[in-house]
């Protein structure tokens, strides 16, 4: 099966900055490789729902962020297409979530795969 497994996570104060990590490993039930057309970050805090926060795609390397983020986070990979990171600076108390990676598997219409989730947490 394909596993997502961030790292990073931490504590940090408002300002400073973090480095998530992604892993992919695995593969589908298929038994072929993986390969998937983008991966991305969301965050999600109790009581509310999981928001996006970026995402690449695999064709080509366009990103994207959500207007909440942009400027101040930036999503990258390497070169082998399995891991992505997501390099967080001028953090924000508002930025305190779980951070989950997804990948979005080729064929399918929306993430599918998702990971544990890492914690963010920023104080004031």
């Known amino acids: 099966q394909v596993r997502l497994e961030e790292s990073g996570g931490g504590s940090v104060q408002a300002g400073g900055s973090l480095r998530l990590s992604c892993a992919t490993s695995?593969?589908?039930?298929?038994?072929?490789?993986?390969?998937?057309?983008?991966m991305g970050w969301f965050r999600q805090t109790p009581g509310k729902e999981r928001e996006f926060v970026a995402s690449i795609r695999t064709s080509g390397g366009s990103t994207y962020y959500s207007d909440s983020v942009k400027g101040r986070f930036t999503i990258s990979r390497d070169r082998s297409l399995t891991n992505i990171y997501l390099q967080m600076n001028n953090l924000k108390p508002e930025d305190t979530a779980v951070y989950y990676c997804?990948?979005?598997?080729?064929?399918?219409?929306?993430?599918?795969?998702w990971g544990q989730g890492t914690q963010v947490t920023v104080s004031s």
């Open positions: 997804a990948a979005q598997q080729l064929g399918a219409t929306d993430y599918n795969h």
């Open positions: 695995g593969r589908p039930a298929s038994g072929r490789p993986f390969s998937h057309v983008a």
